[in-house]
């Protein structure tokens, strides 16, 4: 018998999430969960390791992988738009376990999304022109020394985003509109500002070599996750199934040309030596163009953070909604699953995540760290994404008939462009990769996540009784 997509109308339970984003609050939550603000600080590496012609090939090449992830993405959250978008991807096309696993994954991204927030906010808040105080200092980490005032001020952030999403997405969309709209103005202002008072001069070198291209799309990853928040967020949109594809796919492109054009601005707008040892480039950068003012400088700063503000909320939605989902299959403990009678959001999973990522301000300000925890979040991606794309490759041949409202064109090439661009991409996160992978504390911490992941495979899912059809109504929203 062939399998057709369960018909929305079934779920309407008080198990649904409601359904209350449109179109625009969907391509915000997708765009402020990729770009966010480390711009501001990368925009001189990606310009000097691979060259500022080598920064932007980085970017295009990952721009064209995700556009083949970001296809399978976009007609498979058309055709199953449930929260935890790639956890029933993967239950459809895999099966049981691999969804898990898949949705393990998608909660290391997240909540490792929400972390790296957590220890950039002190650094940002300094770069505007007030500096957290420094008191009690704790121990060093990184080549930073930890202050007890920073972790306090970072948990209190933090707790403002778990509020804001467990009193209910209206709250949160709306604060996620703005803020990207106001980032985006500011983003291209500064691109202007160094393309016309800057110079082609300084863009050089244009290409560094081979390894620096390596290194730099190591990084890439890493900083274009954040399109699959779209599927995460699906269930709760009541626009046509077919534009939440299109939204994937404009969110991917968006976000590449985002990055493509901060290259450009950086590399015009000062030289080489700022560009390599300034802490906040970006910043320092529009001290040059604009010697006798700094009002250009601080509006990009307060843009900035605001975009710190927009990845950290969009990663608190995603990251609730994949737990939610989890929760639902009896993959983690079922009280995830509980849905708020009055805010009709995720509560139980909102609370939980506030609380395990609230010890990453326990990590300071280091960049070291920072570089580190992009990485390791880019393999989790990497690895994510191959098991959707093959989920997609295999739901084409054992689903033919079901529903696809946005449905790829040469899906089987498309499929398969991206496992072959996901395989080699893992092969430059491993040892094997001779131009440099992960370094050794970033194997270890990426080995000691995977052995939590078993930890707790063997405890819940491996020698779980449930019945799959139930869990299979579960993972769809229906009531236990």
């Known amino acids: 018998m062939q399998k057709v997509n369960m018909p929305t109308q079934s779920i309407q339970t008080s198990n649904t999430l409601s359904k209350a984003l449109t179109k625009w609050d969907l391509l915000s939550i997708g765009i402020g969960a990729v770009i966010g603000w480390s711009w ?31 296809f399978t993405y976009a007609e498979l959250s058309s ?24 949705g393990a994954f998608l909660t290391v991204i997240f909540a490792g999304l929400i972390i790296v927030e ?31 005032s920073y972790v306090i001020l970072s948990v209190v952030v933090n707790l403002f985003f778990a509020l804001m999403n467990y009193r209910g997405i209206e ?33 050089k070198p244009f290409f560094t070599g081979i390894e620096g291209l390596s290194l730099t799309l190591l990084m890439v990853p890493g900083f274009l996750l954040g399109f699959n928040a779209i599927a995460q967020a699906a269930e709760e949109t009541s626009i046509k199934p077919s534009l939440i594809g ?41 001290l040059v163009m604009y010697p006798s003012s700094s009002l250009p400088m601080l509006f990009v700063a307060i843009a900035s953070l605001i975009g710190l503000l927009t990845s950290w909320n969009a990663a608190y939605i995603a990251a609730s909604r ?3 989902s989890m929760g639902r299959g009896k993959y983690i403990p079922a009280k995830f699953a509980k849905i708020h009678n009055a805010y009709k959001t995720p509560g139980e999973a909102t609370k939980f995540l506030f609380i395990i990522t609230s010890f990453g301000a326990l990590l300071g300000t280091s ?29 084409r041949k054992i689903q033919p008939d079901l529903v696809r409202p946005y449905r790829v064109k040469r899906g089987r090439t498309i499929g398969g462009l991206a496992i072959l661009s996901l395989i080699f991409y893992l092969f430059l996160y491993t040892p094997f990769n001779p131009l440099g992978g992960l370094n050794f504390a970033e194997l270890m911490i990426t080995i000691g996540i995977l052995i939590v992941i ?21 993972l769809f929203g229906g009531e236990e």
């Open 454 to 474: 078993a930890i707790v495979y063997f405890k819940y899912v491996h020698s779980s009784t449930i019945e799959e059809n139930r869990r299979k109504a579960m």
């Open 171 to 203: 709250f949160s969309k709306a604060f996620q509109t703005i803020t990207v709209a106001v980032l985006l103005f500011a983003a291209i202002f500064y691109v202007a500002s160094g393309t016309v008072l800057g110079s082609v001069e300084n863009a």
């Open 79 to 102: 055709a199953l738009p449930y929260a935890g978008g790639d956890i029933v991807y993967t239950y459809e096309g895999l099966g049981s376990k691999w969804a898990y696993f898949s």
């Open 367 to 395: 960049q070291q760290i920072f570089g580190s925890l992009v990485n390791v979040v880019g393999f989790f991606a990497v690895f994510s994404w191959l098991l959707v794309t093959i989920s997609f490759v295999r739901l």
């Open 322 to 324: 994949v737990l939610l």
């Open 246 to 286: 299109r939204i994937v796919i404009i969110t991917v492109w968006a976000s590449v040309l985002f990055y493509v054009f901060i290259i450009i601005g950086t590399s015009f707008s000062t030289d080489m030596q700022l560009r390599e040892t300034a802490q906040i480039v970006v910043l320092d950068s529009l």
């Open 40 to 70: 501001v600080i990368y925009g001189g590496v990606w310009s000097t390791i691979p060259g500022s012609m080598g920064g932007i090939i980085a970017f295009i090449i990952g721009g064209i992988l995700c556009t083949f992830i970001g």
């Open 118 to 148: 957590t220890i950039m906010l002190p650094l940002m808040l300094g770069a505007l022109g007030f500096p957290v105080p420094q008191f009690v200092p704790l121990y060093t980490l990184g080549g930073e020394v930890v202050y007890l």
